[in-house]
DNA sequence: GATGAATGAGAATTCATTCAT
DNA sequence: GATGAATGAATTCTCATTCAT
C-alpha cells in the first residue's frame, strides 16, 4: 500500500498520526522533517517557477545538491512532493477559514476576514498557491489529487453561505449571483499571486483592503 | 494601425514575405488550407483540456486519424501550433479593443465595451484562452513567445489610461489604483474561462453584465 | 526489377543504350537528359557540401524549386542519384586512364600522364570526386555500390602495372614498394579536393606539376 | 605552453573549472569512470565504421549492453561523444608535435620527426583518425567544433615554418611551395587510415620511412 | 511533370524511477 | 542517506518514399 492511499481523504484529516503507509517514512513524518521539510520548499519553489511537469526531478536534485535518485530516500515520487506542497497548503487556510466562520460575525465583516485571510496566504504559501493556479488543470486529473476538488466545494459553500447570509440581511445587493460572485472574489485572489511580488508598493494587505474597497463600494464615484 | 504592426514580428502571422530559412511555407497562412485550420482547431481543444506540455504530438495526430509525423507536413513543431492558437486570438482582441478605443466614448462606457469583448471572447477562443492562462508560465520562458508579452503591455496601456481619465474626469473613485484595478478586471474575466460553459446558467454577455454591475457599483446595498 | 541491378555492372560497361530495367525512363536516358542532367548537377553539389546522407531529398528539391516528392519523376531513389554522380565520373576517368596506358609510352611519362590526368579531373568533377573521398565508407557498405570497389581495382593494375614496369627499366628505385606508392600517390591527388579551389594560386595543372617534381626528385637538394 | 592553451574552450577538456550550465560533470574527465572510457573506444569503434551518422546512439548502447537511453548516464548528446574521441587525439598529437619543434633540431630532422609522429598516431588513434577523415566534412559545419579548425591551424604554422627554415638553410628545394608541400604531406598520412592495417606487410613506422624516402627524395634513379 | 498529403520506420533525447553498493 | 548506473517508456522530430489528383 502506498503513499497515494494513504493521501486519499482530505488534507484536513490527515493532521497528526497517519504515516502508517509510508513506505520509507522514518518515525512520524513530523520528526522526519528538517531535511524533508526542506526538500519540500525547494521543490515548490521550482515548481512554481517553471510548473511541475517542466521540473524535473532531476532540477530538484541538484537545487539539494544532491543525485535525482537520492529523493526517493525521502518521497515516494515526485507527485507525492507536489502532494505535500499542496496539502499544507489546503490544511492551513481551511482551518483559517473555518475559525473566521465559527466567529459567527455578521456576512459583511465575515467576507472581509475571508478575503484578508485568502490575500494573507499569498506572501507565505506563494509557491503553493502558484502551483495550484498553473498545475491545477494537470493535477487535478489524477486520483491523488481528487481531495483537492472535495476541499474546494467546502470552501465554496463558506463562502456563497456567506454571501446569501448577508444578502437575506439586506447587507448585500439581492441582484448579484452569490456562487458568480465567490468565484470571481476567488479568482481574483488567487490569481493575483501571478504578479504580487512581496516588498511591492503595495502588501499583501494593502492589496486586500483595495479589493474590497473596489467588491463592496464599485469603482464608481456616488 | 497599431494592431497590424503589432503582430510584425509574431510568427504566426509572418505570411508574405518570408521564405528565408522556414523549412514550409508556400502560400500565406492566410491562404492555408482549410485542413490545417482543422488541425490547429483539433490541437487548441486538447491543449486546453490537457495543458500543452501534457498533449502529445500524437495525441493530435491521433484526433486527426493521422501518423505523428505526418502533422510535420503542415507544421514545423509543436510549438508552432500553439503559436498560430494564441497569435490568432490576440490579433482578434486587440483589433477589437482598439476599435473601441478608437471610438472615443466616455471612460465608464470605455470600460464597459472592453469588459464586454473580453468576455465576448470567452467562448469563440475558449481553448486559447484555457492555454493562455495554463500555460502561460511556460510559454512566456520561450524566446518565441516573446511577442505575447509585449502585446500584453500594450494591451494594459490601453485599460490603464482608460481608468485614469475616468478618474480624472471624476466618473471614477480617486482612491484606487489603475494598474491593480486594472489587473482584477482582466484576471477576473480570463480566469473565468475554467468554469464557463457556453449553454449553462449565464451567457458570455450575461456574465459581463453582472461582473459590470459588481465593478461599477460594488455589492453592498447604498 | 529495379535499377539496382541495372547498375551492377561496372561504370564503364553502362554507356549509350542501357536503360531497359529503367522504372520510369521516358526514352533512353540519353534523352531524358536536360532536366535531370541539371537535377543531378545540383545534387552533386549539395552531396559535395552537407554529405550524401546529410543532403536530405528535400534538400535537393528545393533547389530545384519543386517538391520533394516530384524528384521521384526522375530518380528512383536518392542512391541512384548518387550512382549517376558517381558512374559519370568514374566512367570518363577510367577511360582517360585506359587512353594513356593505350599510348603506350614509358612509364616515368606514363605515370606523369596518369598524375596530370587525375590532377585534371579535380575541377570538371570537383562534386563528385568530394562524394567519393567524403561518403566512399559509407556508400560502399551497400550492394549497389559494389562496382565501385572493382573500379578502384582495375585503376589499382594499372598504376601498379606501370611503377613495376618502370622500377624494372630502371626509371624508378627498386626500393620503394609499387602498391604503397600508388596509394600515396592516389590519396594524395584526391584528398586535395578538400582544398583545391580552382581560381586559387595555382590550377589544376599546376598542382599536377609541383607534385610530380616532388615525387619524382623529392623535396631534398641534392 | 601553446597546446594548454589551444585547448582552452573544448569541451571535452573542460576538466576542472566550469560546473556551469553542464548537466553532467561532476569530477574531471581525467578522472572520469573507466566506464565512461569504455564507452567512447566503443563508440570510437562504430564511428570510425560506419561514419558518425550512420552510427546511431543506440548502436552503442547495444555494443554497451545497454539501452540508449543509459547513455545519457555518461554523455549530454552524441556529439560530446565524438568531440571527447576528437579532442582526445588532438590534445596528444599537438603536443607531441610541440616537443618536436622544441627539440630545435635542423628543419629536415624535424620534418622527419613530424612525420613518424604522425604515422605512429595510425594506430593508437585509427578511429578517432578515421573519423576526423570521414565526417570531418560534416562536423566542421558545428559551431561545437570550431576548434577543430583552429588546432589545425596552428599546427600547419608548424610544419610550414619548419619547411621554410629548410629551404632558408638550403636543405630543402627552393622550388617547391611549403604549404602545398605541407597539405600533401598530411593528407597523405591521414589518408593512409584507410587502408592502413596494423599487422600488415608493413607497420606504421614501416610505412613512415617509406614516405619519407619518396618525400625526400623522390621516386627517380640518381 | 508536378502537388500535397500521408506513411512508417527510426532518430536522438528525456525522465521518473529502481536498486545494488 | 547517498551514489552511480541503469531501465523503459515516451517524446519530439526527421526523412525517404508513395500515390491519388
Excluded: C
Aim: net charge neutral; hydrophobic share 40%; aromatic share 10%.
Amino acid at each position: 500500500m502506498t503513499t497515494t492511499s494513504a493521501n486519499s481523504g482530505r488534507p484536513g484529516t490527515r493532521g497528526a498520526g497517519e504515516g502508517g503507509g509510508r513506505r520509507r517514512g522514518k518515525g512520524t513524518p513530523a520528526l522526519a522533517s528538517e531535511r524533508r521539510e526542506h526538500l519540500v520548499k525547494l521543490a515548490a519553489e521550482l515548481f512554481a517557477e517553471k510548473g511541475f511537469q517542466a521540473t524535473t526531478v532531476r532540477n530538484i536534485a541538484e537545487e539539494a545538491g544532491i543525485l535525482s535518485g537520492s529523493l526517493y530516500h525521502h518521497f515516494d515520487s515526485k507527485e507525492s512532493i507536489v502532494d505535500e506542497i499542496l496539502a499544507g497548503f489546503f490544511n492551513e487556510i481551511m482551518a483559517a477559514y473555518q475559525g473566521v466562520i465559527d466567529e459567527g460575525k455578521n456576512p459583511r465583516d465575515t467576507i472581509a476576514d475571508l478575503v484578508r485571510i485568502a490575500f494573507g496566504t499569498l506572501e507565505p504559501h506563494r509557491a503553493a498557491i502558484t502551483v495550484m493556479q498553473n498545475d491545477w488543470n494537470y493535477l487535478k486529473g489524477m486520483d491523488r489529487f481528487a481531495y483537492l476538488s472535495k476541499s474546494e466545494d467546502e470552501v465554496e459553500k463558506m463562502w456563497v453561505d456567506t454571501i446569501k447570509a448577508g444578502q437575506a440581511g439586506g447587507l448585500f445587493r439581492d441582484d448579484i449571483d452569490p456562487k458568480l460572485t465567490y468565484r470571481m472574489i476567488r479568482d481574483t485572489v488567487w490569481v493575483a499571486v501571478r504578479w504580487f511580488r512581496p516588498g511591492g508598493r503595495l502588501n499583501a494587505q494593502g492589496l486586500a483592503d483595495h479589493y474590497l474597497k473596489v467588491m463592496f463600494d464599485g469603482i464608481n464615484t456616488h
